[in-house]
């Protein structure tokens, strides 16, 4: 590597910009002039838009967790799930485009299909794949709401998981109904009883954060009806949107394993898909430190960021988050210049 790179991009319309692990689109409406490129005082950025918008550059440590580049979404019309089929069906179709729209490619696998990766990555060690689920329920193939099952022998390997759209683990989907599971879920998957809210009535955290992770990855997603407790491990990462101790959004270690459990606490339409195509984007895992961040709002800007000692990884957003040009790239460590 040498010691100075740069990065420039000239074109349009830059809305969002996630640097991360070698992943590239671009929507073009709007001149648009960006770069990033890194030396001895850390990450420098230089934006030239032409018009005014909001930008943000964030530098962080992801723990050595990465992102997978696979990204699956389970869903067949042969079970019985939590929410109806048009509800998934929607929520599909627009998060395959936001995620399209973010360089990232979304397939879609029925239950068979998804029992077959896992029991792979099980038999392999490894996983490389992360599997989505927006139906509310589990199919009754992969969770049976008790440890052992083959979702907890995957997540203990390493599997990473994405929810939403229902209390995770609380009910079950088979052929021809979907039932309540018998088990906590919060004891099955985080290790804590009571860990995954299961409220009755919808519930917000409507206050505003600025400056905060919400807000520097925009990730705005504010509904805790189903979330995941804050606290419930020392390995987890949530926004700032809680209400009565549950994260509207928390990425989470399994508890028997080194897996991820990403939690969308509240569901996932077509109005908030984006969030989840964002945060599939934006290299963010459990693990992941803050190290430096600046933010505000103008047609030209420019700075440097510090740089953790290892693991780096460089997010610049700029303008709205729903229509958008994508970086994703992992820079590894960042030398000094001479």
Not at 196 to 218: C, H, I, K, Q
Request: aromatic share 10%; hydrophobic share 35%.
């Amino acid at each position: 590597m040498r010691s100075t790179e740069r990065l420039v991009v000239v074109g349009a319309l830059a809305l969002l910009v996630i640097i991360v692990a070698g992943q590239f689109c671009i929507n073009l409406n709007v001149k648009t002039e960006y770069s990033v490129g890194y030396g001895p005082d850390g990450v420098s950025y230089d934006i030239d838009l032409g018009y005014v918008s909001n930008y943000s550059v964030v530098t962080f440590d992801d723990g050595g967790l990465g992102r997978n580049s696979e990204f699956v979404f389970c869903f067949d019309h042969e079970h019985v799930w939590y929410k109806s089929d048009d509800f998934i069906q929607n929520t599909l179709d627009h998060l395959a485009r936001d995620m399209e729209e973010r360089g990232l490619t979304l397939t879609v696998m029925d239950t068979k299909g998804v029992v077959n990766l896992m029991e792979s990555d099980v038999d392999s060690g490894s996983s490389d794949t992360t599997v989505i689920f927006m139906t509310g329920s589990f199919p009754s193939e992969i969770y049976n709401g008790e440890e052992g099952c083959l979702l907890t022998e995957w997540l203990g390997i390493g599997g990473d998981l994405v929810w939403g759209s229902g209390p995770i683990g609380f009910n079950i989907s088979t052929e021809t109904e979907c039932v309540p599971a018998e088990n906590d879920p919060g004891t099955v998957l985080f290790g804590v009883e009571g860990a995954v809210n299961n409220g009755e009535g919808r519930t917000f955290d409507n206050v505003s954060y600025t400056e905060g992770l919400a807000d520097m990855f925009r990730l705005y997603f504010s509904e805790t009806t189903w979330g995941v407790q804050t606290g419930v491990s020392e390995d987890q990462l949530v926004t700032e949107y809680q209400t009565n101790g549950y994260s509207a959004l928390s990425v989470t270690r399994y508890h028997g394993g080194s897996g991820s459990i990403t939690v969308f606490g509240g569901d996932v339409d077509n109005n908030v898909a984006s969030y989840v195509a964002q945060f599939l984007a934006s290299g963010l895992g459990y693990s992941s430190e803050i190290t430096d961040y600046q933010m505000g709002i103008g047609k030209q800007a420019s700075g440097t960021l510090k740089v953790p000692a290892s693991n780096t990884v460089v997010f610049l957003s700029i303008g709205l988050m729903n229509d958008n040009i994508v970086l994703y790239r992992n820079y590894g460590s960042v030398e000094s210049v001479e």
